[in-house]
């Protein structure tokens, strides 16, 4: 099994930054995939970002280039980094892993993006 546990949400003004992270339970490196997902108030769940064993990240287009994805193995901890945030990147932010064929899950924490 894989604990998940979000810190660092909070409110920031539109075009600021913020940086997310994800503590993982158990070594980064046995974890196939870890990721952010996101979900606003009435919308469904998205993939906002991920990044493999290997290092290869993956993002959503609306994103790309504003949000870093990175990994600490030492620290067994995920990062987000945020900026340029919109408002429409008020959300909860979910930490992911996906660990022998299974989904983990964080309990979220709340961005919100106003002025």
């Known amino acids: 099994q894989v604990q998940l546990v979000e810190s660092g949400g909070g409110l920031v003004q539109p075009g600021g930054s913020l940086s997310v992270s994800c503590a993982a339970s158990r070594s980064l490196a046995s974890i196939y995939t870890m990721g952010w997902y996101r979900q606003a108030p009435g919308k469904q769940r998205e993939m906002v970002a991920s990044?493999?064993?290997?290092?290869?990240?993956n993002y959503v287009d609306s994103v790309m280039g504003r949000i870093t994805i990175s990994r600490d193995n030492a620290k067994n901890t995920v990062y987000l980094q945020m900026n340029s945030l919109k408002v429409e990147g008020t959300a909860v932010y979910y930490c992911?892993?996906?660990?022998?064929?299974?989904?983990?899950w964080g309990q979220g924490t709340q961005v919100t993006v106003s002025s």
């Open positions: 990044i493999t064993t290997s290092g290869r990240t």
């Open positions: 992911h892993a996906y660990f022998l064929g299974r989904e983990y």
